[in-house]
């Protein structure tokens, strides 16, 4: 069984901090790893992409792989209570499907 | 651009009834996914189509979900009869249809179902 694991929180931040957000992964064939945000109530939206090892930047988040370790992470910079929801981890499992985890509540507090 | 559509938003149903929801996916995309979401987890595959074929309906509790894309565009995902765990929400999205690792995937807003 193909699993996705995330600490599903809730991690509080205050405003202006970094948030760190982990996930790991069971699949070592996986190729391709998402971040979606979804406000409550609402469907997920992509936030970022990585597909390879190391460091992808986009605006204030960053997103972290570590194939060996299987191991993927995003950075939250200069958060705002804007960023407060959650956050799904999912993972492409050699095909064009995706394997999500159950998700990070994120909460940024003023 | 429009994104991908879903109706209804939200359907209340008692037990045993029957419940259909419908998806169309952005212009143009040849993959279609629906996806069950129940509360405080992550979206589950129910099933997905690329065009009018099914590749992959391995996760749908065939007994009493079933979905169809007849013409290769919308799609509509049919429970019969519904059960009191069927209380979630059922996601559609799609993508361009080139079977990548990379392909990303975009969601409509999701029908809400609660069964009573």
């Known amino acids: 069984q193909k699993e996705v694991e995330q600490n599903s929180g809730p991690l509080s931040v205050p405003e202006g901090a970094i948030a760190s957000l982990n996930c790991t992964y069971s699949?070592?064939?996986?190729?391709?790893f998402f971040w979606y945000r979804q406000y409550s109530g609402k469907s997920p939206e992509l936030i970022m992409s990585?597909?390879?090892?190391g460091d992808k930047e986009d605006g204030r988040f960053t997103a972290q792989l570590n194939k060996a370790s299987q191991y993927v992470s995003l950075l939250i910079r200069d958060s705002q209570p804007s960023d407060s929801a959650t956050y799904l981890c999912?993972?492409?499992?050699?095909?064009?499907?995706?394997?999500f985890g159950t998700g990070t509540r994120l909460q940024v507090f003023p | 651009e429009a994104g991908v559509a879903q109706s209804p938003r939200y359907k209340i149903i008692e037990k045993r009834q029957s419940v259909a929801f419908w998806c169309n996916p952005i212009?143009?995309?040849?993959?279609l996914y629906w996806y069950q979401q129940i509360l405080g987890q992550g979206p589950k595959l129910l099933i997905q189509?690329?065009?009018?074929?099914?590749?992959?309906d391995s996760q749908l509790p065939k007994d009493r979900f079933s979905a169809e894309r007849l013409k290769g565009v919308d799609s509509t995902l049919k429970i019969q009869p519904a059960k009191l765990e069927d209380s979630a929400v059922y996601l559609c999205?799609?993508?361009?249809?080139?079977?990548?690792?990379?392909?990303?995937?975009?969601f409509g807003p999701g029908t809400r179902l609660l069964v009573l």
């Open positions: 999205a799609s993508t361009g249809g080139t079977r990548t690792v990379q392909e990303t995937q975009y």
């Open positions: 699949d070592r064939v996986s190729q391709s």
């Open positions: 990585i597909y390879s090892n």
């Open positions: 999912a993972v492409n499992d050699n095909t064009d499907k995706l394997i």
């Open positions: 212009s143009g995309h040849a993959t």
């Open positions: 189509f690329q065009n009018n074929g099914v590749v992959d």
